[in-house]
Nanobody, 124 residues
């Protein structure tokens, strides 16, 4: 397994931007599919974005397409989520995850390693 630590969450106004980072331990980071999920109050954890090992395949949940960008730097063992044009409904705890298979709409069960999460709050 890989150890994951998220950072970059915070409080921003509607329309603002945040960049989340997820640092991974271990020398096998490049082999993993990396994903971002989020979980709002009283809701289930939902898929946000994922990226394959090379960065050549990316998927997004429909509500974030055109606003969020997932990327990775395998030399730094880090995956990023750039979030622009943020809305109050984006408020959630955001989790980084590592898995083995890239699919268009994965669920939490498709990822075996998780970070502790970082809070993102968007004020209206």
């Amino acid at each position: 397994q890989v150890q994951l630590v998220e950072s970059g969450g915070g409080l921003v106004q509607t329309g603002g931007s945040l960049r989340l980072s997820c640092a991974a331990s271990g020398r096998t980071f490049a082999r993993y599919v990396m994903g971002w999920f989020r979980q709002g109050p009283g809701t289930e954890r939902e898929f946000v974005a994922s990226i394959n090992w090379s960065g050549g395949i990316v998927y997004y949940e429909d509500s974030v397409k055109g606003r969020f960008t997932i990327s990775r730097d395998n030399a730094k063992n880090t995956v990023y989520l750039q979030m622009n044009s943020l809305k109050p409904e984006d408020t959630a705890v955001y989790y980084c995850a590592a898995g083995d298979i890239v699919t268009p709409n994965p669920g939490p069960k498709d990822f075996g390693s998780w970070g502790q999460g970082t809070q993102v709050t968007i004020s209206s």
